[in-house]
């Protein structure tokens, strides 16, 4: 159990980092009134997928607790925690 409790913290760590850099960048492109930036799609991959997979940690997290899957819960935290590489590889534009 111990271990499904530090493996979220390090993927809420990490995808909530992910989720207020992209806050920032999006605000930074709105300032200076760039022309068609962000547009919808940049905005939900830089900045909603990552809050969505902080929510569904979270949400597997409280699963864990109450006893329900845990297996479930265990085998999809390690999913996001790896996720993070090649969700960066894209993120960086492959650089």
Excluded: K
């Excluded at 990490?14 to 300032?31: K, S, T």
């Amino acid at each position: 159990m111990r271990a499904i409790h530090v493996l979220t913290a390090i993927n809420v760590l990490v995808w909530g980092l992910l989720v207020f850099n992209a806050r920032q960048l999006l605000d930074g492109l709105e300032q200076q009134h760039v022309t068609s930036f962000p547009n919808s799609a940049q905005a939900m991959y830089y900045l909603y997928f990552p809050a969505a997979v902080a929510a569904f940690v979270v949400l597997c997290w409280l699963l864990a607790r109450s006893g329900i899957l845990r297996r479930f819960v265990l085998v999809a935290e390690l999913f996001a925690a790896f996720s993070v590489l090649p969700y960066m590889f894209f993120y960086t534009g492959g650089v």
